[in-house]
């Protein structure tokens, strides 16, 4: 395994196990009914910069992957592995939920399953959000070019800090909320090196920044992630090289392949996790009546994060990638603009 691409996986893997957590512990405690200080206060951490982890770490490859395929080909390949499976998977989601509404927390409308296209609902925004970042970053570096990040990274916290001024939960609401940590990523993939962040002097400096960061915005501001702004900002920035580093610390200390593996099913594992983890506590507690908190969350995290790593394996050895991924970018329109033009051919 390449340094490069495990520390990559390893980001991946510790980021989609907060993922998991967050959305198992969360689903729990509204089944239950708890308001534990402890749980608000980890919530809060993890939602702070989990996600923001994910958009940097799509954002560190895209200005390879663009050299390597064109701006045209780079996005089609997205049309097969964003747009596909965010269709895919929330209608698929979707469909269940509405059939366990009655024994779920939330009660699913078929009008909010089929209503994708303009309005994405639960884990599935990410993707969503995800997929207008390539295309905006590949407009715009497309008419400028790579040495302009630098702006368009200052352009991107500009977007960030104006969020509150945009509708909530909206597609311009969504973007200006993450594209800054896309953009973070192109500009450190072109700025930086992954041995400077195995650095053991600079994996501590990221962590005490890390811990002063956290105390600071939840126990001296007293405010949550939901805040937004300058700290807010500054804070996940902080967390994301934390995790970076201590990623790519680790990468070279350790080069564990279960790991690894988590983060390469990362994708797998963002798509199942909710059905299987309500699944989990549905089976808990309606068919076991187990009623132990600590219990559920643990046992949730566990099928949460190893049966779509299960499903992942299966899917790679039986050739099936067609859950996650399929080629429809040749059925597009854009596709069109792609062929070669017959009049050329003498």
């Known amino acids: 395994m ?3 691409e495990l520390w990559v996986d390893y980001a991946k893997a510790i980021g989609i196990i907060l993922v998991v957590y967050g959305h198992v512990a969360r689903g729990i405690c509204q ?7 402890s749980f608000q206060l980890a919530d809060s951490v993890i939602y702070s910069f989990h996600m923001p982890l994910f958009f940097f770490l799509s954002g560190i490859f895209f200005v390879a992957s663009t050299k390597k395929h064109g701006h045209k080909k780079m996005l089609l390949s997205k049309i097969d592995t964003i ?3 965010y269709i895919l998977w929330s209608l698929l989601q979707g469909i269940i939920e509405f059939g366990l509404s009655p024994y779920t927390n939330g009660h699913v409308k078929l009008t909010e399953v089929f209503s994708l296209l303009w309005e994405p ?3 599935f925004w990410f993707l969503y ?3 207008f970042c390539f295309l905006i970053c590949s407009v715009f570096f497309r008419l400028l070019s790579f040495q302009a990040i630098s702006v368009f990274f200052c352009f991107s ?5 104006l969020h509150d001024y945009f509708p909530s939960w909206s597609l311009i609401s969504m ?3 993450n594209l800054v940590f896309f953009s973070l990523g192109i500009l450190v993939s072109k700025q930086s090196s992954q041995d400077a962040l195995s650095s053991p002097w600079i994996l501590l400096f990221f962590t005490l920044l890390f811990l002063t960061g956290q105390y600071y915005f939840h126990a001296t501001l007293h405010l949550t992630y939901q805040a937004h702004g300058i700290p807010s900002l500054l804070l996940a920035i902080i967390s994301i090289f934390f995790i970076a580093s201590l990623s790519s610390a680790l990468a070279n200390l350790v080069q564990s392949k279960f ?3 988590i983060g390469s099913a990362s994708l797998a594992i963002y798509l199942m996790h909710i059905i299987i983890g309500s699944g989990t506590r549905i089976a808990l507690s309606k068919l076991l009546h187990v009623s132990d908190i600590s219990f559920h969350i643990i046992a949730g995290c566990m099928a949460g994060i190893l049966i779509p790593m299960l499903a992942f394996y299966y899917i790679r050895k039986t050739k099936t990638e067609w859950i996650f991924s399929a080629s429809i970018s040749k059925f597009s329109i854009f596709n069109f603009f792609n062929k070669p033009n017959m009049q050329n051919k003498t």
């Open 157 to 161: 916290i500009a977007v960030y800090l």
């Open 83 to 85: 747009l596909y499976p």
């Open 2 to 4: 390449r340094s490069r």
């Open 175 to 177: 973007i200006s909320n």
């Open 31 to 37: 089944s239950f009914n708890s308001t534990n200080a």
């Open 129 to 131: 959000t995800l997929l």
């Open 259 to 261: 790991f690894a593996f």
């Open 121 to 123: 609902r639960a884990q």
